[in-house]
C-alpha cells in the first residue's frame, strides 16, 4: 500500500515588524485626516454663522465679507481702504459685535 503522508499546513508567518508599523501608521493618518475633517467642518459652520449676521448688517458686499472673514481665520491683519461713506466702520463694527470683540476706531 502507498501511504501518503497527510498533507501539512502551512503555518503562516506573522508580517514582518515594519509591515504592522506600517498599517499603524496609515491607520493614524486615517483618523488624523477624520479629525482634520471635522475641525474644518466646523470651523466652516461658525465661519458661515458669522458670515449670516454681517449680511443682516452690511447689504451687497459679499465678496469683501468673504475677504475679511478669510483674514480673521488666517490671523492676518487688514487694511480697509475705500472712499468715504461706503461703511468700512460699520462693517468692522458689525465683525466686532458678531464675534464678541470690543471695537474702537482709529485714525
Known amino acids: 500500500m502507498n501511504a501518503t503522508p497527510p498533507a501539512e499546513k502551512k503555518k503562516e508567518k506573522p508580517p514582518p515588524d ?5 498599517y499603524a501608521k496609515k491607520a493614524e493618518k486615517a483618523r488624523g485626516k477624520k479629525k482634520m475633517s471635522q475641525k474644518l467642518s466646523a470651523v466652516g459652520a461658525i465661519a458661515g454663522a458669522i458670515n449670516t449676521e454681517v449680511q443682516k448688517v452690511i447689504i451687497g458686499k459679499s465678496h469683501v465679507i468673504d ?11 487688514l487694511l480697509f481702504e475705500d472712499y468715504p461713506g461706503l461703511a468700512k ?3 468692522t463694527n458689525t465683525f466686532a459685535d458678531a464675534l464678541g470683540c470690543d471695537f474702537k476706531r482709529v485714525q
Open 18 to 22: 515594519n509591515v504592522e508599523k506600517g
Open 67 to 77: 475677504n475679511v472673514l478669510v483674514n480673521i481665520l488666517s490671523n492676518g491683519n
Open 89 to 91: 466702520t460699520l462693517m
